[in-house]
Nanobody, 114 residues
Framework: VQLVESGGGLVQAGGSLRLSCAAS????????MDWYRQAPGKQRELVAT???????NYADSVKGRFTISRDNGKNTVYLQMNSLKPENTAVYYC?????????WGQGAQITVSS
């Protein structure tokens, strides 16, 4: 399984960005997908999760502003980020995991300027 992220960049506070994570392999449709982020000097943290059927879960800090979604036909998971804040600056990673197996994308830098 390979995960390739795209859509990172620089945005002003209050702006929006959408990250995409394209997965290879047919297993995408049956696994939950996550978005994590890691800010400088901080531990990697879970941002959002989506199950194969589309149930979602979010970190409290992003609820109401970020939306995770998936298109199983395109083997792609998305993270729509609205009302971005400078503290959202981080490298964002997508992750696929089942059992003891996990795969990570290469990461996408999001920088929010004040």
């Amino acid at each position: 399984v390979q995960l390739v992220e795209s859509g990172g960049g620089l945005v002003q506070a209050g702006g929006s960005l959408r990250l995409s994570c394209a997965a290879s392999g047919s297993i995408f449709r049956i696994v939950a997908m996550d978005w994590y982020r890691q800010a400088p000097g901080k531990q990697r943290e879970l941002v959002a999760t989506i199950t194969p059927r589309g149930s979602t879960n979010y970190a409290d800090s992003v609820k109401g502003r970020f939306t995770i979604s998936r298109d199983n036909g395109k083997n792609t998971v998305y993270l729509q980020m609205n009302s971005l804040k400078p503290e959202n600056t981080a490298v964002y990673y997508c992750r696929a995991a089942w059992g003891s197996t996990e795969y990570w994308g290469q990461g996408a830098q999001i920088t929010v300027s004040s």
